[in-house]
């Protein structure tokens, strides 16, 4: 890196959720309860689909990863989050932004990827029953999860190098709660036009692709059951995909209102980062759990040998 484009500012300020005074020990708690929600729920997901053979198909295979990714999503910024809520302190070293940085761009993106290759999964399921088992072999399913790391890795390190580029002069004031890309964007004092033209052109690459495979196998799903139309099939593709089509919509409406529908860091907008951040991943264990028989039959039966061993 050449010294001129070194960066002069040695930390940041994160100005935080707007917290009317007096109340973040009220906040405080109600978010640290969310993200041990969030964590432990998680973690029963993924405990339950490891110990369960019934368990051990591709759809929940794909879930213990989408679980395992939200619980490092939310453990990006929720602790650091909450201690800047008890100390007051809320500065963050550059190093420690871009850290965070970087691995809010990868697990994000990673959820991106994985909601789209459990949509297929769901069309191949119910579109192509009789080739499910052949096509969604395990061989498959570890190179769709593994392609997914790879390239949500390599897209994350890509908008970091990018930035670290770029000098950070007199305001080194955040208005979120946590480092941004785009809020980062706009406090740098240099030329960041590389930085906005990869962001869209690539960004858009990575993340519409997967959104219309969302899109696209939930049409296809929709026009068999139009076909042949039966409240018994009906009631089995609903049972099948409602869960994963409302963990969609969560993720996709709240990134909308972020990244697409705002034009300004307001209140508004960081509202909806708490809801991807923080309430989306807690909410997730929940859909699926309270939403899937499977799930509640090894919640039952891990609970029943807990007893058992008592």
Known sequence: MRPEN????????????????GQEGMFSALFLGMYLTTVLGNLLIILLIRLDSRLHTPMYF??????????????????????????????????????????????????NFLLAVMAYDRYLAICHPLHYTIIMRKGLCVLLVTASWIITCDHALLHTLLLVQLSFCANNVITHFFCDLTVLLK????????????????????????????????ICIGTIILRTPSTKRLFKVFSTCSSHLLVVSLYYGTL???????????????????????????????????????????????????????
């Open 187 to 218: 406090l740098s004092c240099s030329d960041s036009s590389l930085n906005e033209l990869v962001l869209f052109s690539e960004g858009g690459m990575l993340y519409f692709p997967p959104l219309a495979i969302v899109l696209g196998s939930y």
């Open 256 to 310: 909308a209102v972020v990244y697409f529908l705002s034009s300004s860091w307001d209140s508004k907008n960081i509202t909806a980062s708490v809801m991807y951040t923080v309430v989306t991943p807690m909410l997730n264990p929940f859909i699926y759990s309270l939403r899937n028989r499977d799930i509640k039959k090894a919640l039952e039966t891990f609970v029943n040998r807990v007893i058992l061993f008592k």
């Open 62 to 111: 794909f879930l213990s990863h989408l679980a395992f990714s939200d619980i490092c999503l939310s453990s990006v910024t929720v602790p650091k989050m909450l201690m800047n809520m008890q100390t007051q302190q809320q500065s963050i070293p550059y190093v420690g932004c871009i850290s965070q940085l970087y691995f809010f761009i990868l697990f994000a993106t990673l959820d």
């Open 6 to 21: 070194q960066s002069s500012v040695s930390e940041f300020f994160l100005l935080g959720l707007p917290i009317p005074p």
